[in-house]
């Protein structure tokens, strides 16, 4: 009896601690980086099939903001301003229809959604924060997501064109399909997933570039792969005209 009473006591302590955690964290987000995080339900996407649940785990919740706040603190001081984004929703259960997803970009409502109760590990929490947030931002650059810019296109191998977009993986024929390894399969490219459309290529790339124990990668792919070097640097240098960040930040984070 008195055991169970212990462990009571010790859930409702973590408990109070995660949570007064959280409020500091929050907290943080709104004081240095100008984001609000949401918890609860009140934001509805613009996108009527987008929908979620509340956080109910104050633990997972202190842990995944924690990273976030992190990664996001690696951006330059003017980034989020620059780029409008006001809301964070932290949440459960993130679906586009029946489609499970980790997060769900929505520059409309000013507004990143990401699910934090599925079970992935560190890594790939983080290239999803920086390849998501980098959707986001090309919203920003060009007023929609899915701007094929020409001068993209150019540093292309000659007569290279890439499929419908991200969502084809998702289609249940290309399940079975290894789009995420790092295996540079075209002059040019990171990985599959990179030729699917070019804003993923472009949030691939973004996502290597902020990740702390994957950056290193995408510069030995950039020595042997001259294409893929100068979408990098190409990348590089429209953060740093948006960041407004006349000394290169950018370019000191990624030598290539
Ligand atoms: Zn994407």
Redesign the pocket.
């Known amino acids: 009896m008195r055991h169970k009473k212990l462990f009571f006591l010790i859930v409702i302590l973590t408990f109070n601690l995660s949570f007064s955690s959280v409020k500091d964290l929050t907290n943080e987000f709104k004081n240095k980086l100008g984001i609000e995080i949401i918890l609860d339900t009140t934001v509805v996407s613009t996108w009527p099939l987008v929908h979620y649940k509340k956080p109910s785990d104050y633990c997972r919740l202190e842990t995944y903001l924690k990273i976030l706040k992190f990664e996001f603190e690696k951006y330059p001081k003017e980034y989020f301003k620059n780029i409008d984004l006001q809301k964070i929703v932290i949440c459960n259960d993130l679906k586009v229809k029946d489609v499970k997803r980790a997060a769900v970009p929505d520059p409309e409502k000013h507004t990143l959604f990401f699910a934090i109760n599925s079970n992935y590990n560190r890594s790939y929490l983080v290239h999803v924060m920086h390849?998501?947030l980098h959707?986001f931002t090309e919203d920003t650059l060009w007023d929609t997501m899915y701007y094929k810019w020409k001068r993209w296109n150019r540093k292309n191998i000659r007569k290279f064109e890439y499929s419908a977009g991200?969502h084809i993986a998702y289609f249940d024929e290309n399940k079975k399909v290894d789009w995420y390894t790092l295996n540079n399969p075209i002059k040019g490219f990171l990985n599959l997933y990179s030729t699917t459309g070019q804003?993923?290529d472009r949030?691939e790339i973004v996502a290597l570039m902020m990740h702390d124990s994957k950056r290193h990668l995408l510069i030995e792919l950039c020595q042997k792969d001259g294409k893929l070097k100068r979408k990098t640097k190409l990348m590089m240098r429209t953060l740093d005209k948006l960041s407004d960040t006349k000394k290169n930040y950018w370019r000191y984070k990624v030598i290539i």
């Open positions: 390849h998501e959707h991200g804003e993923e949030c």
